[in-house]
């Protein structure tokens, strides 16, 4: 206390990079005497003390005016603490190491702005996607209609119902733009809320030999061949993946990096791995970590919508890690905007403003 009182500058190194998450009991004391006293500047050494370097989940930590890395960023550092009010600049002191050419890398809100699919005066419904929808069930209508409005209100050119029939007046009512007959599709949604399907209808394997962009979702996942094409996204949440990984959960979270670049190459597909810490997988081991979420988006439905505006930026032309890192970022802006309880529907009608907001701020 005597140090913090009578210091103007205090360099928080009390954790290295290899530490484990939280604060033990002295330094949540310090973090009460930090917050506490004013005019101080904190100058966090890597990252602030109670982060985890290769983790972009959230963890009670230090407060920093400014963090200092070395060599080049951490998960830490850019996933989360940029769009911390508790933290300033994260910079990158360069000290001559000879470093590998990055396979991790962390978006930031330009990097999401730049990527997304803007029309320009000459597109249509068509040039700007049609989105196949192939989702719920008589168990589960309203993974469906999520879906659906999950690709709606993120500006699919058109999206094409052609699911379960108990869903359509249902999807009929909520969300009128959605036609409900076969044509031109340019990515297909599958799999979120199929529950016990029918063996007539048509399985992951049907929709992954088209060669179409796909997204997998929920129980499509489960009907995975061993090898999918490249243009496929698979949407597991930390359980699924842990199936198909024939891991378990704990492992999984245990090191979430890792098991999705698993599940990529064992698959040969991209993998979105959902959840409060998110990634990013492509075959060829490339990570990318979406902009950090928060708790709010963890509740049933969520992934049924965020599938859904995966299929949009799929039918776009984007590429499948493109599609996974733009929509798991939309919906943690989205969160980061409205910190507060509110059911998926609600976050599929607020894209548009997301998107319109993150588009504007971008430098």
Same mark, same amino acid.
């Given at each position: 206390q005597c140090y913090v009182e009578h210091s103007r500058v205090? =360099?928080? +190194?009390?954790? $290295?990079?290899?530490a484990r998450g939280g604060l033990t009991t002295e330094l949540k004391h310090l973090k009460r005497l930090l917050n506490r006293e004013t005019g101080k500047t904190v100058i966090a050494i890597d990252q602030p003390s109670g982060y985890v370097a290769d983790s972009a989940a959230s963890y009670e930590s230090l407060p920093a005016h400014e963090i200092v890395t070395f060599g080049g960023r951490k998960i830490s550092s850019g996933a989360d603490?940029?769009?911390?009010?508790?933290y300033g600049d994260v910079r990158v002191a360069k000290i001559g190491l000879a470093l590998p050419k990055p396979t991790i890398f962390l978006a930031d809100r330009d990097d999401i702005a730049d990527l997304w699919p803007v029309p320009t005066p000459e597109s249509d419904k068509?040039?700007?996607?049609?989105?196949g929808v192939d989702t719920g069930s008589a168990q589960y209508p309203g993974a469906a =209609?999520? +879906?659906?409005? $999950?690709?709606?209100?993120s500006g699919a050119g058109m999206v094409r119902y052609l699911g379960?029939?108990?869903v359509r007046a249902a999807l009929l009512a909520t969300a009128p733009s959605v036609v409900q007959n076969r044509g031109r599709v340019d990515a297909w949604v599958i799999g979120s809320g199929w529950g016990d399907r029918p063996r007539e209808l048509p399985s992951a394997m049907d929709y992954l030999e088209s060669e179409l962009p796909v997204v997998v979702d929920a129980g499509a996942i489960d009907q995975m061949p061993p090898q999918a094409h490249e243009s496929a996204l698979l949407t597991p949440h930390y359980g699924e993946l842990a199936r198909l990984l024939g891991a378990s959960r704990k492992e999984v979270a245990a090191d979430p990096i890792e098991?999705?670049?698993r599940a990529a190459a064992q698959t040969g597909a991209t993998v979105l791995l959902k959840g409060g810490s998110q990634y990013v997988a492509r075959p060829d081991g490339q990570v990318y970590v979406p902009l950090h979420s928060n708790s709010w988006a963890g509740q049933a439905?969520?992934?049924?919508?965020?599938?859904g505006v995966c299929g949009t930026l799929l039918a776009a032309g984007l590429e499948p890690w493109q599609a996974g890192l733009l929509a798991a970022s939309i919906q943690a802006f989205d969160t980061k905007l409205h910190a507060y309880p509110r059911p998926p529907e609600e976050f599929c009608r607020a894209i548009p403003g997301v998107v319109d907001r993150l588009l504007r701020e971008s430098d």
């Open positions: 205090i =360099v928080d +190194g009390a954790f $290295g990079i290899g603490l940029d769009e911390n009010k508790d068509y040039s700007r996607g049609v989105v =209609v999520l +879906g659906c409005l $999950g690709a709606v209100y379960a029939a108990p098991s999705v670049r439905g969520a992934g049924d919508a965020l599938a």
